[in-house]
């Protein structure tokens, strides 16, 4: 499944012309405790084989000249791919994991595993901008209010909030 997956993946940047290919450095991780045997072991093996589809797709890559790099995801799916600020994620039907995430500085909206996605080319250009103590520390008030991260706003952003 793995060499599937890669060659599949390989196969669409040599259609797009791509010469780097940019993936989430994911290695690190360990299963936090008070999961399930069975949630544990799924999350280890997902984790692993994400793992195999980075080193096959670099070895298949390597064939085509493309060069296949990883890079640390931190804060990429909670910074604006526009201003570079911290931006808040919010579920579009009030529940469930907040899988948008809007901008208040600029109002840019979208979701948020495409704005990581977008985030991840400064970061291999070494121009990502890293939130400060401060804005992290901003972003983080709506926590600890008990609402769950979520702002005064029950079901995402206002529609001043949206691009028009």
Not at 40 to 58: C, E, F, P
Not at 101 to 107: E, I, S, T
Request: with cysteine; hydrophobic share 40%.
């Amino acid at each position: 499944m793995a060499w599937q997956i890669a060659a599949r993946i390989v196969t669409w940047a040599v259609l797009l012309g791509l010469q780097v290919l940019v993936f989430e450095h994911l290695r690190s991780y360990r299963p936090r405790r008070g999961l399930s045997w069975s949630r544990r072991t799924n999350r280890k093996r997902s984790y692993w084989l994400r793992g195999k589809v980075v080193k096959y797709a670099r070895h298949l890559a390597l064939i085509h000249g493309i060069l296949v790099v990883e890079r640390n995801p931190a804060w990429t799916s909670r910074a604006c791919p526009k201003c570079h600020r911290l931006a808040e994620r919010f579920s579009p039907g009030g529940a469930g994991y907040p899988s948008r995430l809007a901008c208040g500085h600029c109002g840019w909206t979208g979701d948020a595993n495409v704005a990581a996605a977008l985030n991840l080319k400064p970061k291999w250009d070494r121009t990502f901008r890293y939130p400060t103590k401060e804005e992290v520390k901003a972003a983080a008030e709506p926590r600890r209010a008990g609402n769950g991260g979520a702002a005064s706003r029950a079901n995402g952003p206002t529609a001043d909030a949206l691009p028009a």
